[in-house]
């Protein structure tokens, strides 16, 4: 029976024979596109097609693909033979090419370059909005002798790999919240915030969210640096 995913296929099988390296069948591309959507199988996939496709066409919706796990599927269809690992990456490559046009937003080959593009722009704002809207981490800042306003990245993590995460896919971010850089080095008496929340972001399918961040609330410790080998102290 055909389905969106007929034409990519289709067309990546085509092309890969042109190329003249060796050739995954139509059922071996299913799979293989399966893998890319965060399906084990494509027989798992089957009958969320219907709910994929409609996913797919919302204005918000970003499809992120799983390609480790499908370069892995193509080398393993076409035999564990080092001499087809480059075909399997090449096979992989040709159907993403043919995927591209499927969603109505964005499509990204890795959760870090979603990242870049839907929350690194973003948390900024939402930490320093919480310096007056949440008591929590006003009451920190309150501990700090200088206003904070320079928000600076420490770490982020996704809580669970997009594709196994459930009706959310959280990141978690911490920053460090700093008065205005004047001699560009720390001295003893600094004084600053750390600060860490969750950016949440709404599960479409295994593969596909919302482009629309929803940012928790954040929590705050305010700190003093007293050396370069730790955060610092914190002020109680």
């Not at 035999?79 to 087809?84: E, T, V």
């Not at 937003?105 to 310096?131: I, N, R, T």
């Amino acid at each position: 029976m055909s389905n969106f995913l007929s034409t990519p296929v289709l067309s990546a099988q085509q092309k890969a024979k042109t190329l003249g390296i060796p050739v995954l069948s139509r059922s071996q591309y299913l799979e293989v596109a399966a893998s890319l959507f965060g399906y084990k199988q494509y027989k798992l996939m089957k009958p969320s097609l219907p709910g994929i496709e409609n996913a797919l066409k919302r204005a918000e919706a970003a499809l992120i693909l799983d390609v480790g796990s499908a370069n892995r599927r193509a080398y393993r269809l076409l035999g564990d033979d080092h001499a087809n690992f480059k075909a399997a990456k090449q096979n992989v490559e040709l159907l993403v090419d043919e995927l591209r046009s499927l969603p109505a937003g964005p499509l990204y080959m890795s959760e870090d370059d979603f990242y870049l593009d839907h929350v690194q722009p973003f948390y900024e704002a939402h930490f320093l909005s919480q310096l007056n809207t949440n008591p929590q981490v006003s009451a920190e800042h309150d501990k700090v002798r200088e206003h904070c306003s320079r928000v600076e990245y420490q770490d982020s993590d996704f809580i669970k790999p997009v594709w196994v995460s459930r009706e959310v896919w959280e990141v978690s971010l911490g920053v460090s919240i700093e008065a205005p850089k004047r001699t560009g080095t720390h001295n003893e008496s600094d004084e600053y915030l750390l600060a860490w929340c969750e950016a949440q972001f709404q599960k479409l399918d295994r593969a596909i969210v919302s482009t629309r961040i929803h940012f928790l609330d954040a929590r705050a410790q305010a700190t003093r640096f007293y050396n370069t080998t730790s955060f610092g102290e914190r002020i109680l």
